[in-house]
T-cell receptor, first 116, second 112 residues
Framework: AQKITQTQPGMFVQEKEAVTLDCTYDTSDPSYGLFWYKQPSSGEMIFLIYQGSYDQQNATEGRYSLNFQKARKSANLVISASQLGDSAMYFCAMREGGGSQGNLIFGKGTKLSVKP | DGGITQSPKYLFRKEGQNVTLSCEQNLNHDAMYWYRQDPGQGLRLIYYSQIVNDFQKGDIAEGYSVSREKKESFPLTVTSAQKNPTAFYLC???????????FGPGTRLTVT
């Protein structure tokens, strides 16, 4: 079974609008972390936001926020006020276990295209 | 400035040849990782190392080898035993107490 599922292969959003990228996860470990990375066409992976399984508040970083619904096992990324530079692949990832080190398990990604 | 360097950006090899991909970091990170990315796919873990002179296999280690003789360096060798070596390879590092992994710019390997 897939541990990280991103059901949207591609998404379009109008510039300055908000967009939600979906991510569901599967784990039986009570302690885990959820990550979102952005991958522009150049290839590097850029860390965007992190949510710990015990965090009470949803994570926010500037225009990025993570809509964490633990019971539904979902960790959707919300990008507000989309910009042309937001066009990229977006990957959701999970790390299981309580330690700070561990392997990241990635979803297959969502390609976001921002229209002017 | 601090960061992770991977060289070269593009690498071409003939089938049957071993090839070594370089990964260097000056972030003083303890842990380093190698991932493979195929078109339309997420990243899959090949090997990781949490400390010098120690490393563990990831999900797809067959046909690859690594070494960790120095904290700053974690080279990956793609051997001739790897059946489908053409892919994008990403190196990452993290602090022992850190949350996120920092990634290098990647090496695109093409084997013909």
């Amino acid at each position: 079974a897939q541990k990280i599922t991103q059901t949207q292969p591609g998404m379009f959003v109008q510039e300055k609008e908000a967009v939600t990228l979906d991510c569901t996860y599967d784990t039986s470990d009570p302690s885990y972390g959820l990550f979102w990375y952005k991958q522009p066409s150049s290839g590097e992976m850029i860390f965007l936001i992190y949510q710990g399984s015990y965090d009470q508040q949803n994570a926010t970083e500037g225009r990025y926020s993570l809509n964490f619904q633990k019971a539904r096992k979902s960790a959707n990324l919300v990008i507000s006020a989309s910009q042309l530079g937001d066009s990229a692949m977006y990957f959701c990832a999970m790390r299981e276990g309580g330690g700070s080190q561990g392997n990241l398990i990635f979803g297959k990604g969502t390609k976001l295209s921002v229209k002017p | 400035d601090g960061g992770i360097t991977q060289s070269p950006k593009y690498l071409f090899r003939k089938e049957g040849q071993n090839v070594t991909l370089s990964c260097e970091q000056n972030l003083n990170h303890d842990a380093m990782y190698w991932y493979r990315q195929d078109p339309g796919q997420g990243l899959r873990l090949i090997y990781y190392s949490q400390i010098v002179n120690d490393f563990q296999k990831g999900d797809i280690a067959e046909g690859y080898s690594v070494s960790r003789e120095k904290k700053e360096s974690f080279p990956l060798t793609v051997t001739s035993a790897q059946k489908n070596p053409t892919a994008f390879y990403l190196c990452a590092s993290s602090l022992r107490s850190g949350v996120e992994q920092y990634f290098g710019p990647g090496t695109r390997l093409t084997v013909t």
